[in-house]
Structures are given as C-alpha cells and as structure tokens.
Nanobody, 121 residues
Framework: QVQLVQSGGGLVQAGGSLRLSCAAS????????MGWYRQAPGLQRELVAT???????NYVDSVKGRFTISRDNAKNTVYLQMNSLKPEDTAVYYC???????????????WGQGTQVTVSS
C-alpha cells in the first residue's frame, strides 16, 4: 500500500555529481525519518544519510561535505545530492522511510527498489 520509487543514479567519472530521488506514494498519513543507505558488492548495507521530518540531518563520515540529503514533505520525496564522487562510492543505493499510514498507527519501515551508482576512476 506504500511504495518508494527511486530515480537517478548511473555511471559517472570520479569528481562528478549525481542526484538521487525517492518518492513515496500510497496510503500515507505522515512520514517521519527518511534516509539513504548503500550496499557495495561483498559488503553489508550501510547508512549514508538521514533526515528527520523537521529537516535535521546526519551523515556517515565518509560522505560529509560531499553529499547532501534533503526532502520535500509536500511531495513525500527525499533527495540525495552527491558531489565529488569517488570510486569507493560505487554501490547500490536504497532509500528508506518510516511511514505512518494512519493516525493511530506506529511508523512502518519501507524501502525503495535500489539504484546502481558507479563511479569510474
């Protein structure tokens, strides 16, 4: 009943930029925290950045100063602007959202479908 659809990503040279988007749709009363995670081959999924409904952000140290997470609450969309990309940023990126479907419900965890980001050296 709730879908997170990602767009963006692709192949870029080191030093380049990409922007990821993730739009939530369906039965949504409110979205609390939203975030981006990534998973490189052979590694566990790691947190990249999070943003609260009020706009407070948090980043993993390796992307601080290069990535910016933002959200448009009216559109139920979260973005990840990635600048100064490095080969080690290569991974499948996933968006995540804590969605409250009804006023009386607790938040539920939803994930996007994943999108490949490849940074060539």
């Amino acid at each position: 009943q709730v879908q997170l659809v990602q767009s963006g990503g692709g192949l870029v040279q080191a030093g380049g930029s990409l922007r990821l988007s993730c739009a939530a749709s369906g039965r949504i009363f409110r979205i609390d925290g939203m975030g981006w995670y990534r998973q490189a081959p052979g590694l566990q999924r790691e947190l990249v950045a999070t943003i609260t409904s009020g706009g407070s952000t948090n980043y993993v140290d390796s992307v601080k100063g290069r990535f910016t997470i933002s959200r448009d609450n009216a559109k139920n969309t979260v973005y990840l602007q990635m600048n100064s990309l490095k080969p080690e940023d290569t991974a499948v990126y996933y968006c995540n959202a804590d969605v409250v479907r009804r006023a009386s419900n607790s938040p539920e965890d939803y994930w996007g479908q994943g999108t490949q980001v490849t940074v060539s050296s």
